[in-house]
């Protein structure tokens, strides 16, 4: 134990010092990496990127069906789906999921509920999140953004119960549908809404496929976002923190990601590098 105690403490240590010279690995970047505390999104990535462009997109729609049947397999065993819970001012109903990686913290009992599944994602370079999400009938949720901008989000249609009038997705003023086997990629940053008009459940793939300019520090990138997440805790609990200048909050998001950034190296998932 004493051991153990001694690696986290020196693994903080660490993640303080690669929390320094942060500033400089945005520097390296051509933009500054965009966090939610920050405000709206204000970069000029597209709504949707084109799946042909990513050659691990086959990888996910090759094994759809199986992806599918391991979460056929756990709704049978443990019934209720739980729900999502968002940091997030407003409550969403009907949005619900099996967590398998969120960015880098893994979910080690339904890792091993899907062997399968996990052993796709671990054959997709850079992927730190991956969730099975379940939208219920008749719900629509409101416009929201994502945590970052260092991510593409992907789709894949597991379970789609009608067309994109009924069943569909809107990033911006873009408006798509999913496809049973299909695969959306999309800027998570951007203010998006979804809904599922329809009688019955619609269920996909949901992951998280670090951009190229972060993937070779996939622990900083995903402390940096966890981090964020942490700190929007904060800006719900102290009305009014949202407008102090981004530079406070970048400053904040380097400092918080330290203690996670030491989490994720001890026992975090290993994404297969870029």
């Avoid at 920050?38 to 990127?49: I, T, W």
């Avoid at 398998?100 to 339904?110: I, K, S």
């Avoid at 190229?212 to 009014?240: D, H, K, N, S, W």
Wanted: proline content about 8%; glycine content about 8%; aromatic content about 10%.
């Amino acid at each position: 134990m004493q051991r153990a105690l001694q690696s986290v403490e020196s693994s903080v240590a660490r993640s303080a010092v690669l929390a320094a010279r942060s500033g400089r690995w945005s520097a390296q970047c051509a933009v500054q990496p965009y966090f939610r505390v920050l405000g709206p999104y204000e970069g000029e990535e597209p709504a949707f990127y084109d799946p042909r462009a990513f050659f691990w997109v086959p990888l996910l729609q090759q094994a759809w069906r199986e992806v599918r049947a391991e979460f056929e397999q756990y709704a049978a065993q443990h019934g209720e789906i739980p729900g999502h819970f968002v940091p997030d001012r407003v409550e969403i109903h009907g949005w619900k999921g099996v967590k398998l990686v969120t960015f880098g913290r893994p979910y080690r009992a339904n890792l091993r509920a899907f062997p399968r599944t996990v052993a796709v994602l671990q054959a997709v370079p850079g992927l730190v999140s991956a969730s099975i999400n379940v939208l219920e009938p008749g719900t629509v949720l409101p416009v929201h953004h994502g945590d970052s901008d260092l991510c593409y989000r992907v789709h894949v249609g597991l379970i789609v119960p009608a067309g994109v009038e009924q069943c569909g997705i809107r990033v911006g003023d873009e408006q798509r549908g999913w496809e049973e086997g299909g695969v959306l990629v999309f800027n998570d940053a951007r203010p998006h809404t979804v809904w599922n008009r329809s009688s019955k459940p619609r269920v996909i793939l949901l992951c998280d496929v670090l951009k190229p300019q972060y993937a070779r520090t996939p622990v900083r990138a995903c402390a940096q976002v966890l981090a964020t997440i942490a700190l929007l805790y904060v800006q719900l609990r102290l009305p009014g923190s949202e407008r102090l200048p981004a530079a406070v909050w970048r400053s904040a998001v380097r400092m918080a990601a330290a203690p996670f950034a030491a989490y994720l190296r001890l026992c975090g998932w290993v994404p297969r590098p870029a």
